[in-house]
């Protein structure tokens, strides 16, 4: 019922407990013909069922592609207010039960590598990268791949609204050697797509690996006629999801795998540890 209320300006508070479905199904359509824009506040919290959204919203003001957009963010932490002495700071960081609160409430910061399931991060999304076209990027220093290179492609196909991306990592150095993503991209394109992903790593043998549960069982049918024993389809559920997780884990918790630095990929694994 709101929607239609159109406003130039849009002020939400607290955002790490409002409702990711609030701000984009709601507030988003009631700025529509007035150029409108939003100021997003709140504190920097681990948790909270706006967490995810607003720690996005506020990493693409940081970043050069979206502050062209318009986006712009900066804190303006506790410490910082000159309207407060050094006695009733002292004062409030007393009253936060351990460091990682403080460093939220105080400080403003967003505590990375800090979540319940990835740690890390910084270290393993440690791969300088050239984008080779607005869907595609690759390792900044070219690689080389060899006949015993087994490279395995994760393909993970989104619907009309999520983009499908594609992730190609080598078994023998654990780093990853290519990421593609594709939005709104009709299938026989994707399928296409596909193919030209994989002949990027040749002479290395390339293994495919999908979901195909649900959306992705028709897809793992084609792929299997395309690709025979080159393809490797994954039903996943609850305890065979949850041992995989567990071993990216390792690798992450370890230092072992080592991914490209691109910004919204780094979000998107940090975003897990929020959910």
Not at 71 to 76: H, L, P, V
Not at 129 to 157: H, M, N, S
């Amino acid at each position: 019922a709101l929607r239609g209320h159109r406003k130039h300006r849009i002020i939400v508070d607290e955002c790490k407990d409002v409702a990711q479905e609030a701000v984009f199904d709601v507030l988003l359509p009631m700025r529509l013909g007035r150029q409108g824009r939003f100021l997003f506040l709140g504190t920097p919290k681990r948790t909270g069922q706006g967490a995810g959204w607003f720690r996005m919203m506020f990493r693409r003001g940081q970043r050069e592609e979206w502050m062209d957009k318009g986006y712009i963010s900066f804190t303006a932490p506790t410490m910082a207010n000159p309207y407060l002495t050094e006695g009733e700071i002292r004062s409030l960081m007393d009253a936060c039960p351990d460091v990682k609160t403080v460093l939220e409430e105080i400080y403003a910061e967003i505590l990375e590598d800090d979540g319940a399931v990835f740690t890390r991060l910084k270290e393993g999304f440690s791969v300088p990268f050239r984008q080779i076209t607005p869907r595609l990027w690759l390792p900044a220093e070219t690689v080389k791949f060899q006949p015993y290179d087994r490279v395995y492609v994760g393909l993970d196909f989104g619907r009309s609204v999520d983009p499908s991306v594609f992730s190609a990592i080598n078994h023998r150095t654990k780093s990853q050697v290519g990421l593609m993503q594709l939005h709104r991209v009709p299938w026989p394109e994707q399928m296409a797509q596909v193919e030209n992903f994989r002949s990027l790593f040749a002479p290395a043998k390339v293994v495919m690996v999908a979901d195909a549960n649900g959306l992705g069982n028709q897809i793992c049918e084609e792929l299997g006629a395309r690709y025979g024993a080159g393809f490797l389809p994954v039903k996943w559920n609850y305890e065979t999801k949850e041992r995989d997780i567990t071993a990216m884990r390792f690798l992450f918790d370890e230092a072992k795998i080592k991914m490209l630095a691109v910004g919204w990929q780094h979000d998107e694994f940090e975003d897990f540890e929020i959910v």
